[in-house]
């Protein structure tokens, strides 16, 4: 979501049982753990 341009006000009003902190900390978190395997095409990221 935060990729796509929302804040973490905007995902805390959706989402009632996240606070701003745990949304930051969601994105420490993806940045520690890319997902295994081959990667995706360009064509299948929309590039």
Known sequence: MKKQGADAIEIVEGYPALT???????EIWVAAHP???RPRKLSEQGL
């Open 20 to 26: 701003a902190r745990m949304v930051d900390l969601a």
């Open 35 to 37: 997902t295994n395997g």
